[in-house]
């Protein structure tokens, strides 16, 4: 849902990489690059939020967040 400020119109979106040390990684660089890699994932698909890297792929996750 998009939101204004000062009368302009913004489009709120995250996309999120997770890695998870030390089952993903043995430094924080590779670390880091797999949780890149992750999140550039999460930006490819349509409709998922996060993804977490995992050695054997990508595990996709979707959630929505409202206003009260």
């Known amino acids: 849902q998009p939101f204004r400020v000062d ?3 913004f489009n709120l979106t995250i996309s ?3 890695s998870i ?3 993903d990684s043995d430094s ?3 670390m880091m690059s797999h949780a ?3 999140m550039y994932k999460a930006k490819e698909q349509v409709e998922i939020d996060f993804v977490i890297f995992q050695m054997t792929g ?3 996750y979707s959630f929505v967040i409202t206003a009260t």
């Open 36 to 38: 890149d890699a992750a």
């Open 16 to 18: 999120v990489g997770i």
């Open 21 to 23: 040390n030390p089952t």
């Open 28 to 30: 924080a660089e590779l």
């Open 58 to 60: 990508y595990i996709s």
């Open 7 to 9: 009368g302009r119109e």
